[in-house]
């Protein structure tokens, strides 16, 4: 483990740290879903669909410099964390993906 990396368990968008129960985003059945807080997920939906990772992190420094850290190392933070956090990844298969365009990956029987 890092000395960057938070303890967890910490919002698989965001990277908040999950401490305390209400920090916690919520299905649609409003029960508690493990992997991201409230701030990125409500109600079985992320709150901002459409945000890219870069946008995430912008918006994360900024509160973090609010609440004391410096600027750059937040987005340092953030920019070492962010790419390995859930929602990222997967953002980041669906994108190879489509760049693949739709074709998928290859089953094994075939020839790269």
């Given amino acids: 483990m890092s000395p960057q990396e938070p303890l967890g368990p910490f919002c698989q968008s965001c990277g908040m740290p999950l401490n305390q129960a209400e920090d916690f985003g919520t299905s649609v059945e409003g029960h508690r879903v493990n992997d991201y807080c409230h701030f990125c997920y409500q109600g079985g939906a992320f709150i901002n669909p459409d945000i890219t990772m870069e946008e995430m992190?912008?918006?994360?420094?900024?509160i973090m410099a609010q609440r004391g850290m410096p600027e750059p190392k937040a987005r340092a933070l953030l920019t070492?964390?962010?790419p390995h956090l859930k929602r990222w990844r997967e953002a980041s298969i669906q994108r190879v993906l489509q760049t693949a365009g739709g074709r998928g990956l290859p089953s094994g029987d075939e020839e790269c």
């Fill in 57 to 62: 992190i912008d918006l994360c420094v900024g």
């Fill in 80 to 82: 070492d964390v962010l």
